[in-house]
């Protein structure tokens, strides 16, 4: 059965600005794109073939892949005076009418972060356009991009039971590298935050050692697993991986 996550935008926003969350399969980095299947030093793995790269590895692919991610609405130039104040800084007359009309970025108050390990970095906060909502029993947890440590701001991680929240949901962010002034750009359509839809299951842990059934279980596996080298290579993919689906 096919579940439905909702986006529903909170003011009309001029064709420009419309920029909507997209699966995040559709967001994969250029880097990632970019790269090869192999190391391309001739390094070796234990079995003598040539090395992977993450390109082939698929919980790496999945991560990144995983859910919707909120994308920028607006071109955002960040900067600090000397009054450390955060700034704005506008291209033109209509980025400045448009970043006006939704100003997507504020100060987060330091002192509710204060005791942790960023409280010396600036904490800002972006200004979501969109009320996001999910089927009953069903909750959205909301990360930095995944796997993309290129991103010159980190998101704030958050879980919303945003099937009965019905406001807005913001995102308090860190840029490690803004200091009084500095600048930093970032465009509008950029990757900000990954939203994962996780059903709300109660669970329990059962912490024991391999035993009886599971030992012989998971020996079988690795066994099939590292029989031949070609069988080690994609096996996750070919036996285990299930393909996830967000449109």
């Not at 192999?38 to 070796?44: M, N």
């Not at 069903?138 to 990360?143: G, I, Q, T």
């Not at 991103?151 to 099937?163: A, F, M, R």
């Not at 900000?192 to 709300?200: G, H, L, N, S, V």
Request: hydrophobic share 35%.
């Amino acid at each position: 059965m096919t579940q439905e996550l909702k986006f529903e935008l909170i003011k009309p926003f001029p064709d420009q600005m419309m920029i909507p969350p997209q699966p995040s399969r559709k967001l994969i980095p250029n880097w990632f794109k970019k790269m090869g299947p192999y190391t391309t030093g001739g390094e070796k793995d234990e079995f003598g073939k040539k090395m992977e790269t993450v390109k082939k590895c698929i919980p790496f692919l999945d991560a990144m892949s995983a859910g919707y991610t909120l994308l920028t609405h607006i071109d955002m130039q960040i900067t600090i005076n000397e009054q450390n104040e955060i700034k704005l800084i506008y291209l033109d007359e209509k980025h400045k009418i448009d970043t006006e009309y939704f100003n997507p970025i504020e100060n987060h108050p330091k002192p509710q972060v204060k005791g942790s390990p960023f409280e010396d970095f600036r904490i800002l906060k972006y200004l979501s356009p969109w009320r996001i909502k999910t089927p009953p029993g069903y909750s959205v947890l909301f990360l930095p991009p995944m796997n993309q440590f290129e991103l010159s701001y980190i998101p704030i991680c958050g879980w919303v039971d945003s099937d009965i929240y019905e406001g807005i949901v913001n995102f308090p962010f860190i840029m490690p590298s803004l200091q009084v002034g500095t600048q930093i750009n970032v465009p509008a359509g950029s990757p900000f935050i990954q939203m994962i839809p996780i059903k709300r299951d109660e669970w329990s842990a059962d912490i024991n050692m391999l035993t009886g059934q599971s030992e012989a279980i998971h020996k079988a596996e690795r066994n099939r697993m590292n029989s031949t080298p070609e069988n080690r290579e994609d096996f996750y993919r070919d036996n285990t991986w299930e393909k996830k689906k967000y449109r």
